[in-house]
C-alpha cells in the first residue's frame, strides 16, 4: 500500500478551479456558511460604530484638527493594547478557553457597548466602544477567526476563505452602511439605532459559541484520523 501524502506533498498541489469555485465550496459547508455569516456580523459591528461614530464626532467635536487628535489618541490606544495582549495572553486565551469563547469575546464588547450606547449615547461611550472592539478584534477574535479555517480542507481554505474575507467582508461594509442611513433616514437617533442593532451582536454571541464547538469538534475527529492512520501502519 502506498503511502498517504506527506504534508509537504499537500503544499505542492496546485489548487485548480476558477475564481468562483469558492462559491461551490462555501455554500456546501454549513460550517463556512457559519463562519461566512461570522464575518459579515465582525463588519455590521464595525460600521454601525464607526458611522455612530463619525456622526458624534461631527457634532461634538468642531475643528480638523481636535478630531485628528482624537482619532490619534483612538488608534494608539487600540495598538498598545493590541500589542501587549498578542504579546503576553492571547495565546494563553485560546488555549485556555478556545475558539469559541475567543471569537465570542468580540460580540459580547458590542452587547454591552451598544446597551451603553442605548442608555447613554454620548462621545466617551462611542470612543470606548470604539477602543475595545477594535483592541479585542485584532488581539482575540481575529486570531480565533483564522483557527475557524484550520479543521476545512484545502481546497476550502484556499478558496472559500478569499471570497468570505474579501468578497463578503466588503459587501457587507456596503449593505450595513446602507442599514445606518437608513435607519437615520426612519428618524432614529443613535441611543435607538444602538437599541435596534444590540440584538443582532447577541446572535452574533451565540453564533460564535456554536463555531467554536464545531471547529473543536472537526479538530478532535482530524486528530482521531490521523492517529488511526498512523496505528494502522
Not at 3 to 12: F, G, Y
Not at 43 to 49: D, K, L, M
Not at 69 to 93: E, N
Not at 184 to 210: D, F, H, N
Amino acid at each position: 500500500m502506498a503511502d498517504p501524502p506527506t504534508e509537504v506533498d499537500l503544499r505542492r498541489q496546485r489548487v485548480g478551479g476558477s475564481a468562483f469555485a469558492g462559491l461551490s465550496e462555501l455554500i456546501r459547508s454549513p460550517y463556512l456558511l457559519g463562519v461566512a455569516a461570522w464575518v459579515s456580523l465582525l463588519s455590521f459591528g464595525a460600521t454601525i460604530t464607526y458611522f455612530a461614530q463619525a456622526n458624534i464626532v461631527s457634532a461634538t467635536i468642531h475643528g480638523a484638527a481636535a478630531q485628528t487628535r482624537l482619532f490619534a489618541g483612538i488608534d494608539l490606544s487600540v495598538g498598545l493594547l493590541s500589542l501587549a495582549t498578542q504579546v503576553f495572553a492571547t495565546a494563553a486565551f485560546l488555549k485556555r478557553f478556545g475558539t469559541g469563547i475567543a471569537a465570542a469575546a468580540l460580540p459580547a464588547v458590542y452587547v454591552v457597548g451598544f446597551a451603553a450606547l442605548a442608555i447613554a449615547p454620548s462621545l466617551s461611550v462611542v470612543v470606548t466602544l470604539q477602543v475595545a472592539q477594535r483592541w479585542m478584534n485584532f488581539a482575540i477574535a481575529n486570531p480565533a477567526r483564522q483557527v475557524f479555517f484550520t479543521v476545512v480542507g484545502r481546497e476550502e481554505k484556499y478558496k472559500a476563505k478569499n471570497l468570505i474575507d474579501v468578497v463578503i467582508y466588503r459587501g457587507s461594509d456596503a449593505l450595513y452602511g446602507w442599514v445606518y442611513d437608513s435607519l437615520q433616514a426612519l428618524g432614529l437617533k443613535l441611543g435607538a439605532i444602538a437599541l435596534c442593532v444590540l440584538p443582532v451582536a447577541a446572535g452574533w454571541l451565540v453564533l460564535s459559541t456554536t463555531l467554536g464547538r464545531t471547529q473543536e469538534r472537526l479538530a478532535m475527529k482530524a486528530d482521531d484520523q490521523g492517529e488511526s492512520g498512523w496505528q494502522s501502519k
